[in-house]
């Protein structure tokens, strides 16, 4: 049976590190190029603010979720209650901000793009636009009151009687309360929510906008630009979607059988690397920057394999 253990954890340690490493790289390879942006005095966008948060975001869950996948197999014994709340608070509080930030994301990028003139639109382009910065601020406060309110939940639940028993006969009761997954619910719908109705005003918008030009019959107009917004829209509230609806159905599996999915967790990983990496491909500063790296890499490859066959020689 401990052989058998040792198989599953590894099973789940090793993509785990893959994913980890992989975030890693590309998290702080964008981090790297908007920083050094910033600290060289050059123009920083609310658009690489809130590639940058994300970045920050992300990592830092893919850091706690393979860390809980480390220390929780070996070292849960010795671990009290409290102790595992604080760490699955702390990952919710991730999981809340990196939701939060992909939501304003979409604000950001719809109040930019989108063409309506309507006095309201306009009003919220001059405020949300300019005020990044706070509303960043803003949604990772927000991030921490509902990673409280949890915590509070979680706490009375515990100081009640609750326990953390794997058995079936009291999966219902022990492991998670309905209150707490209700508010964890209620908590990741707004974003949800928020993204939803940008990103259908943006595509709506774009796909009016490039509608009007096809009839101008101006055959000098180029649409690939718009066209290229709008699959970018379409693949990242995919993206999103996909991982609101995995999110839940985790919180959802723990609470029915006492079990934490970890396999989902590290799905979750994979997908934020991969529209990460999609980020980089779609925004051009980025995209420039690492063609720059690549080439640098493969020049350094060649370079290596030319003296050693020089030397061979």
Request: aromatic residues 14%; glycine residues 4%.
């Amino acid at each position: 049976t401990e052989g058998y253990t040792a198989v599953l954890y590894l099973g789940l340690l090793v993509p785990a590190l893959i994913a980890l490493i992989a975030g890693l790289v590309i998290h702080s390879f964008i981090l790297r190029v908007n920083v050094t942006d910033w600290w060289k005095g050059k123009s920083v966008t609310p658009v690489d603010h809130m590639v940058t948060s994300l970045g920050i975001s992300r990592m830092c869950i893919q850091c706690a979720d393979t860390i809980y996948l480390f220390i929780n197999p070996l070292f849960w014994r010795n671990l009290n209650s409290l102790v595992i709340t604080l760490v699955g608070i702390s990952y919710d509080f991730l999981i809340y901000a990196n939701m939060w930030l992909t939501s304003l994301f979409s604000i950001v990028l719809c109040l930019k793009i989108s063409n309506f003139h309507t006095r309201l639109f306009l009003y919220l382009r001059g405020m949300i636009i300019h005020r990044t910065v706070y509303l960043i601020g803003a949604s990772i406060l927000l991030s921490s009151e509902n990673s409280l309110i949890s915590l509070l939940l979680t706490v009375l639940q515990i100081s009640s009687g609750g326990t953390h028993n794997a058995t079936m006969a009291n999966a219902m009761t022990d492991c998670a309360d309905i209150n707490y997954v209700c508010h964890v619910i209620i908590g990741v719908s707004f974003p949800l929510l928020f993204y939803c109705i940008s990103s259908v005003l943006l595509f709506t918008s774009l796909y009016h906008h490039t509608t009007k030009m096809k009839m101008s019959s101006n055959l000098s107009i180029n649409l690939e630009t718009y066209y290229s917004v709008m699959k970018f829209v379409s693949i990242t509230f995919i993206y999103n979607t996909v991982y609101f609806i995995c999110y839940i159905c985790g919180v959802l599996y723990y609470y029915i059988y006492c079990v934490n999915p970890d396999q989902l967790y590290i799905v979750l990983d994979f997908l934020t690397v991969l529209h990460s990496s999609y980020l980089i491909y779609k925004t051009a500063k980025l995209r420039s920057q690492m063609s720059k790296v690549l080439q640098s890499v493969t020049d350094f490859l060649f370079q290596r394999k030319d003296t050693e066959t020089r030397e061979i020689i």
